[in-house]
């Protein structure tokens, strides 16, 4: 009993020992809990650590600050009602004497922070970044040094104006303030800064008013919240060479929003002017419009289509350069200005065609084209208008000119320059036209339309080819799970036999007929380069390039975009004649913004549903004549989404891979297009990775 005891005695202080390293851990882990986590007592420490910091409190304002009465009821202490943390601290002209607290920044809740008109000294602590919820800081008539903290940005709610004393720096010239948070008005002030030559407040929340500053070279007010007009009295700022006033609010979708543009005239050292993205009312406004003189610009890109909406337009001048697309744009727009009666185009770089339409415009009595690089034929219409002057010079028109109307007036027209022109009347001294070249052209206008008409039809046959072969292959198949006598009554000839080869429709006529061409055409060696237009070659609407109903030439990469419509027509379904795709809205379009999250969605529900059928076990079908036909094709639509959510990540990838592959090749720019080594070589990684998953994604 003795030893027993003694071994007891022996074993307890060790045991002791370690229940209360035990418990200590414990107590030291509960502590380290809280203080990771603020609570309502870290706001009252950090209080705490403020008011020690302040040496000389001569209002006695902080005695308050003590464990009689809640932190929240201390003087200058505003909380939160739910959860007790303090949220403003307002210290505001009492002439508190210390430095501010690092502690300051333990207050998480903290919105408002006034410690201004009082004599605090020091630098502004850094863990005031750390008040992310802070919104208004004033800290002003201290005797605060050092910098201010850079990572200010950390408070995403603080917001501010620009302090007018900045006006007061008369010598200042360059003021940068932008990709800031300044709310209100620049201040005036800011505007008897003579010296200053730049000033950016962009990406900010101002209203504005610079026309005094006279010396001003470059303003950057974009990106703002402006409202209003532009001022006109820009006009006096002579040494500005740069505007932007982009993505504003500016103007009210009036006729007057362009006013200042008159006042901008005066600034001839002007190099950049930005006004987009505003509410400015465009040219389309003004229908009344009767002259529009538009010369000696740099303006590109297409004529806008509003210039239909001119229906009074008398004259028009225009100085455009790098036109694309014109032939098609002139004829939409120009054509219906009936009233026009002085039409200045020369000078640009117009492309395509003169528009056989341009007859309509009876009262047309000035038409000056030179200078461009139309080409074709002019077009015999044109001598029935009651033109005075016709100046189609320095162009690549070609064919024989006509001999009436103007053109029998050799002071009234002028064709020089048109190397290939030939005809008209002896004043002209062109050159006779060359019957024979009449019928070379002929020849070769036969020789093309042989070579497309052969063309279709062996596209036809092989599509009757195909059609014929999925037949026999659909039947085989049919035959090794179920004998046709047993499916003939329960599903419909239409189920059974229709083919589903994505080139024909449901009445076996095909509709595609691009693929080739580029081929085609270039094997014929008496076609020149430039004899290949595809003005007269008709594609299968839908599947040609956009450019080819452009007048653009026959290229492989017409041939890429038909094959990308194909892949994509094949995948979905649907058909880019389709009644859903117009107004610019294509099968394109429709795949592209669907992938990749709606994926699924787009997919053609014949493919999941041939999945789930060679996936699953043969099922017998019973000769019941009273079941009825609509029940099965209502249950096969039920089990589409079914079968669509069988689809593993496997599957679903090579599906998006290849609706990428016909995204790449139905690019409506030919430059963007991927050419076809690199499809080919997409589709063979393709297809090894859904060959390695197994036909069905096992």
């Not at 703002?224 to 932007?244: A, F, I, M, W």
Request: charged share 20%; net charge positive; glycine share 6%.
């Amino acid at each position: 009993m003795k030893l027993h005891y003694t071994k007891l005695c022996v074993i307890w202080p060790t045991c002791l020992h370690v229940i209360l390293l035990f418990s200590i851990s414990l107590l030291h882990l509960q502590t380290a809990n809280i203080a990771a986590a603020p609570t309502n007592e870290t706001d009252r420490l950090a209080l705490l650590k403020f008011k020690d910091l302040i040496g000389n409190d001569p209002h006695k304002i902080l005695s308050s600050w003590n464990d009689s009465i809640h932190f929240c009821n201390w003087q200058g202490v505003t909380c939160s009602r739910q959860h007790q943390r303090v949220t403003a601290l307002d210290l505001k002209g009492y002439t508190l004497r210390g430095s501010i607290s690092p502690y300051v920044g333990n207050l998480s809740f903290l919105r408002f922070l006034n410690l201004s008109d009082n004599f605090l000294y020091g630098e502004i602590p850094q863990e005031v970044t750390h008040l992310f919820r802070l919104q208004d800081l004033f800290l002003y008539n201290n005797s605060l040094t050092g910098r201010i903290p850079s990572n200010l940005t950390n408070c995403p709610e603080l917001r501010a104006g620009i302090p007018p004393s900045l006006g007061n720096i008369s010598s200042l010239q360059v003021l940068f303030l932008g990709l800031n948070n300044f709310v209100g008005n620049i201040p005036d002030e800011i505007g008897r800064l003579q010296r200053l030559s730049f000033f950016h407040v962009g990406a900010n929340n101002l209203s504005v008013s610079l026309s005094n500053a006279s010396r001003l070279e470059i303003i950057d007010l974009s990106s703002n919240k402006l409202v209003g007009q532009v001022p006109t009295d820009l006009g006096n700022l002579l040494d500005l060479q740069r505007l932007s006033v982009g993505q504003n609010n500016l103007g009210s979708n009036s006729s007057m929003d362009l006013d200042f543009l008159t006042s901008l005239k005066n600034c001839t050292k002007l190099k950049i002017l930005d006004f987009s993205i505003n509410n400015f009312g465009a040219l389309e406004n003004f229908i009344n419009l009767t002259s529009l003189n538009m010369a000696n610009n740099l303006f590109t890109g297409s004529i806008p289509a509003y210039f239909m909406k001119f229906q009074k337009l008398e004259g028009l001048l225009l100085g455009w350069k790098q036109i694309v697309r014109t032939h098609t744009i002139l004829y939409r727009t120009i054509s219906d200005c009936l009233t026009l009666k002085n039409l200045y185009l020369h000078g640009n770089s117009f492309q395509g065609t003169l528009p056989p339409s341009w007859a309509s415009l009876r009262g047309l009595q000035y038409l000056d084209l030179s200078r461009n690089n139309l080409s074709g034929s002019i077009p015999k219409d044109l001598q029935n208008l009651s033109l005075l002057y016709l100046n189609l010079s320095f162009n690549n028109l070609e064919g024989e000119v006509p001999t009436k109307g103007v053109f029998r007036n050799a002071s009234g027209i002028s064709v020089t320059g048109n190397k290939k022109l030939c005809g008209g009347i002896p004043e002209l001294q062109l050159q006779a036209c060359d019957i024979k070249v009449k019928k070379r052209g002929k020849s070769h206008a036969l020789k093309l339309t042989v070579i497309i008409v052969c063309g279709i039809l062996c596209f036809l046959l092989s599509s009757l080819f195909l059609v014929l072969y999925w037949r026999r292959k659909s039947k085989k198949k049919s035959s090794s799970t179920l004998s046709n006598t047993e499916l003939i009554s329960k599903v419909s000839y239409k189920k059974l036999y229709q083919p589903s080869n994505v080139l024909l429709d449901n009445d076996m006529i095909a509709h595609v007929s691009d693929f080739g061409l580029a081929r085609l055409l270039s094997a014929t060696n008496d076609v020149s380069q430039n004899q290949t237009s595809t003005v007269g070659i008709k594609g299968s609407i839908g599947y040609a390039a956009p450019e080819y109903g452009m007048g653009g030439e026959v290229s492989k990469q017409g041939d890429v975009y038909s094959y990308g419509i194909l892949v994509l027509e094949m995948f979905t379904g649907r058909r880019p004649t389709d009644k859903m795709f117009k107004d610019g809205f294509n099968l394109h379009n429709f795949v592209r913004m669907a992938l990749p999250e709606r994926l699924v969605q787009i997919v053609d529900p014949n493919l999941s549903t041939r999945e789930v059928e060679e996936t699953a076990p043969a099922t017998e079908i019973d000769n019941d004549d009273n079941d009825d036909h609509n029940n099965i094709e209502a249950e096969e639509e039920n089990n589409h989404i079914e079968n669509l959510s069988r689809m593993n990540a496997n599957m679903h990838n090579c599906l998006l891979s290849v609706f990428k592959v016909g995204l790449a090749c139905s690019m409506e720019s030919p430059r963007e297009r991927i050419n076809m080594e690199d499809v080919t070589r997409e589709l063979y990684k393709i297809k090894n990775a859904f060959l390695g998953i197994g036909i069905h994604g096992r």
